[in-house]
């Protein structure tokens, strides 16, 4: 029953999509392009990227090293299976489905059957879902939250159990690092404040221990990823990520800032965090009727939301100066995140409150889905719906031109505004025609892969005189051969990375790059050469891998271990 109406209700946010084309939020070209590069990548036999060779109009850029790879690696899946305009509703559909599902499973721990499908169906429609779903098409960080309801479950039970629970926390916690890098930040701190309180109210550290050890082994699960991300920051702008209308300072509720489109989106979702603040308050105030009944709960949850409410306003702007990381949240209003799971939680919890009979419950139930579903239908008339973005990146994409990249991820000393083909326009870039329909002709031909560098005239010019075969151009490997009459440098479409490995006639070379856009650039002698480029894996990756496995390896021998334990102390 749970499943039937979480899944109705998933069914009912994605249904306008069938009929207005996709919610295309802030991030939404940015998912759908990793999708279309890793989809590409898998047919090359790549099977976990870590260049995205098309961003930057096909220069290339490290993303997948940075950004966490469960969103583009479940929307690249979806598409081998779905139409490209289907995979964001299926993304969506499976991501509320789940989190609901996680939702009803933490419920039912506490709560009787009946509220524990009402909390799944709030959490699965709550009004930040929505904001996501319609106004910032954040894939990633909609499938972080699917973790946060079992990530609290999680803490529940370490902090009841002890030691036997750790391994579901560590693999809880390492999926949500593992999806989004602003949402692994909140559930951080938001499982060290749950295991804190639990010692407060066990007066004990036990679970201090088991919770730090579970928290040290999903940082161990997901090394291969956080390890290389971590190291390789040096070699590109990762301090763009908190570029300006991007610091906590700036985005805390009702912020106010000189560009009024920026104002305007912080006051809706600050709006929307009011219309939370205020069913959570009346929830909570309900709920406390039942403390005694579900004592750590209470507390705990208690502890998770007002932590969650003091950080969206300017008072906490103390904390996001000094705790580690946490300006990496970039918006406050994030925090609605656990919030919604304490609302929901709370809001069924308070049911059980109202009225003796169930008529009363679903009354009340009904009066918060009647609040949130006006909510929902005022997002739905203002968001920006568009039936041709995916085409028109899968044409870019099939043309050769590729798609935007991201600052945060471009190299250093590459601005990528200057290479080649950007243009100012993204949507000149794109060959976009004025109906929003692709159109080849309406922008200039791909760079070309190769091409030479002219110091007289400090430009890329074409190969002219050059005898060039390429005999592999895929994301990690570029294969070619080149027969020049003169000594020439050659302009290769890609952007400088250390990761990058240069061979000339099988010795390692040296390679050069242009000072403003980082174009690499490749001198060679007379005659003729064979030349090969290899994306390589650098000691940061093959280190994060191996603590991978050995995190991994020890929590299945966890469970082995403790059970001997438990046999040697009953033995006489």
Known sequence: MAFLFVALTATAIVAPMFFLGNASGHDFQFHVGSWLDVSGQWREGIIFPRWAEWA????????????????????????????????????????????????????????????????????AANPYHLVIVYYRSDFAELLASVFLPLLVLGALRVARDGWRRVPMLAIIFAGIWLSNAPAAVIATYSLSLLIAVGCILRRSLRPFAAGGAA??????LAAFY?????????????AQVLATNLCPQQNFLYT????????????????????????????????????????????MFLALGAASVLLMFPPSVLLWRLLPKLQFVQFPWRWLE??????????????????????????????????????????????????????????????????????????????????????????????????????????????PRIAKYDADSDSVVPAAGLRVHVRQWSAEQKVFSVDSPAPVTLA??????????VRVDGATARADSLPETAQMLMPL????????????????????????????LALFALPFFLRRSNCSSKLP
């Open 525 to 552: 002698s007379q005659g003729a050469h064979d030349v090969e480029m290899r994306f390589r894996r650098t000691w940061d990756r093959s280190l994060g891998a191996a603590i991978s496995l050995c995190s991994a």
């Open 226 to 238: 956080i390890l290389p991300a971590a190291w390789e920051q040096r070699w590109v702008q990762i």
């Open 492 to 501: 290769v479409r890609l952007v400088y990375y250390p990761a990058w490995e």
């Open 338 to 447: 656990p919030l919604s799971v304490v609302l929901a939680f709370f809001a069924a919890a308070a049911s059980g409150c109202i009225g003796k009979t169930r008529r009363a419950q679903w009354v009340a139930w009904l009066v918060i889905l009647v609040v949130v579903g006006a909510a929902g239908v005022a997002m739905v008339n203002d968001a920006w719906w568009d039936s041709e973005d995916i085409p028109s990146l899968v044409k870019s994409v099939q043309t050769g031109h590729g798609y935007e990249g991201t600052d945060e991820y471009t190299p250093i000393s590459c601005d990528r505004y200057k290479l080649s083909g950007s243009g100012t326009d993204p949507d000149d870039v794109l060959g976009q025609s004025p109906s929003g329909t692709f159109d080849p002709s309406a922008t200039p031909p791909p760079t």
């Open 256 to 299: 106010n800032a000189p560009d009024p489109e920026f104002v305007f989106f912080n006051w809706k979702v600050s709006t929307v965090a009011m219309i939370v603040l205020l069913l959570g308050g009346v929830a909570t105030v309900f709920a406390a009727r039942r403390r005694k009944e579900l004592p750590d709960t209470w507390w």
């Open 215 to 220: 928290m040290a082994a999903g940082f161990g």
């Open 56 to 123: 930057n109009w096909g220069f290339g850029e490290p993303r997948f090293i940075f950004y966490p790879p469960a969103s583009w690696m479940l929307g690249a899946a979806l598409g081998f299976v779905l139409p490209w305009a289907l995979v964001p509703g299926a993304f969506i559909w499976l991501s509320l489905v789940t989190g609901g599902m996680g939702m009803w499973r933490l419920a039912r721990e506490r709560l009787p059957d009946t509220q524990a499908v009402a909390a799944a169906v709030f959490f």
